[in-house]
């Protein structure tokens, strides 16, 4: 008996279900597209996102002993708030001597000042005795005078006997005298002159140290107010303040420790200052401008929560130009990649403060890059500062300098008026 198999009827169940499974991959396929088309070219996307933050170290100006430390590693901290303090003890016999020193010049400098009248006095007392010389000269110039024509005189009449020769004898010795009165005189004058010459010199040198400026502004008053204010400022920087507000991190200082200027103590970050830095492929950059906005998630809280965001910037150049041991290309040895740049993205200020992100976490950033009128690098004139790239804290140390220079300048000018 032969028995005969129907292989028509499995293929014709087949056809049906290739049919359908064909049509739906085509109807998704075309829905992908179409999905591509309306919304995925629009975006582009990355995970290599990583929250950054500004890095504000914590160093001191001067050296010194370490006696307190007043923040911890994850302690917040307000902007002036006292951080490290620094033995102030040779800062203050430091102080103390500069301002010493500036009392003692700024007396000097005064002397200087009250000279100037005592030696234009002794400059005119010297003309006068000048004057009073070249009178006495013409007078004694006279009596010479006087006394050669009484000589003349009288000698033709020693031969006839009409004067006698002790008569003749007291003339010539009248002419002697008064010869040597002019000598006498003359060398007076002199004298005169080269005391008043000395006199006039020493007033001038005088006045010139102190032509053109009062005694607040001499130059040896102001070399030695300079002194007391880096004193000051010495010992103002004993005590190191927070320059911004942020939280304590890196703490390395210890108390007791010896430090030296320029140390490494500790940093502040600035939580509420942060940003993404996302890397993009190149490839990705091509349609991005500054002022897209971007959405972002962190993988802290999940994709419940959503960032917003914008574009802020370009890094100049790719991560692997600026590591340390960057990729040479014409080594032989260097294989092509595609490179990421950085791109750096501002976050809303609101969303921060509700869901705040440390420095390091892992982002997600989606850019919407529909809208590509903006500029893709930053114009100069744009450029803005955030609030950690500036303080005020340090302001007030130059001002209290100055006021304490003041002060004692004013004190030791008081007790000249005070003398009067």
Avoid at 95 to 113: D, G, H, I, M, W
Avoid at 141 to 162: F, Y
Avoid at 264 to 288: G, T
Wanted: with cysteine.
């Amino acid at each position: 008996m032969n028995t005969v198999v129907n292989n028509e009827a499995p293929e014709s169940r087949r056809r049906p279900a290739l049919l359908i499974v064909t049509t739906i991959t085509a109807i998704a396929a075309i829905a992908y597209a179409a999905y591509w088309a309306v919304v995925l070219r629009h975006y582009e996307s990355t995970d290599n996102a990583y929250v950054q933050a500004p890095l504000v170290q914590i160093t001191p100006q001067v050296g010194g002993t370490v006696v307190a430390v007043l923040a911890d590693d994850t302690d917040h901290v307000k902007a002036g708030q006292p951080l490290v303090k620094l033995d102030p003890a040779d800062a203050r016999l430091a102080l103390a001597r500069a301002e010493a020193q500036l009392a003692q010049t700024v007396r000097e400098v005064r002397t200087l000042y009250a000279n100037n009248g005592s030696l234009q006095a002794n400059v005119d007392l010297r003309k006068a005795e000048v004057q009073r010389a070249q009178a006495e000269i013409a007078r004694v110039e006279s009596d010479v005078a006087r006394a050669q024509q009484d000589v003349e005189r009288r000698r033709p009449l020693v031969a006839t006997g009409a004067v006698g020769g002790e008569e003749m004898k007291h003339a010539e010795m009248t002419l002697a005298s008064a010869r040597s009165a002019l000598a006498g005189a003359r060398s007076a004058l002199t004298a005169a002159q080269s005391a008043a010459a000395a006199a006039a010199e020493q007033a001038t040198s005088n006045r010139a140290l102190t032509e053109g400026t009062d005694v607040a502004h001499h130059p040896n008053v102001q070399r030695a107010a300079e002194a007391v204010r880096e004193a000051f400022l010495n010992l103002r920087r004993c005590e190191l303040l927070a320059p911004v507000e942020g939280e304590v991190a890196r703490r390395s200082v210890q108390v007791g420790q010896r430090i030296a200027a320029g140390t490494p103590l500790m940093s502040i970050v600035p939580l509420d200052q942060v940003w993404v830095d996302a890397n993009f492929k190149e490839v990705q950059l091509r349609e991005m401008r500054l002022g897209q906005p971007v959405t972002l998630s962190a993988d802290l809280y999940g994709g419940k929560v959503e960032y917003r965001g914008k574009i802020a910037g370009f890094g100049a150049g790719t991560g692997a130009a600026f590591a340390l041991l960057p990729a040479q290309n014409a080594t032989g040895n260097w294989i092509k990649v595609v490179q990421r740049v950085p791109v750096r993205i501002e976050l809303d200020a609101k969303d921060l403060a509700a869901h705040p992100l440390r420095v390091g976490l892992s982002m997600e950033a989606k850019v919407d890059i529909g809208d590509t009128s903006g500029k893709p690098l930053a114009a100069a004139a744009e450029v803005s500062q955030r609030p950690s790239s500036s303080t005020t804290v340090f302001a007030g140390d130059q001002a209290a300098a100055n006021q304490r220079v003041d002060e004692i300048i004013r004190n030791n000018l008081a007790q000249r008026v005070a003398a009067k």
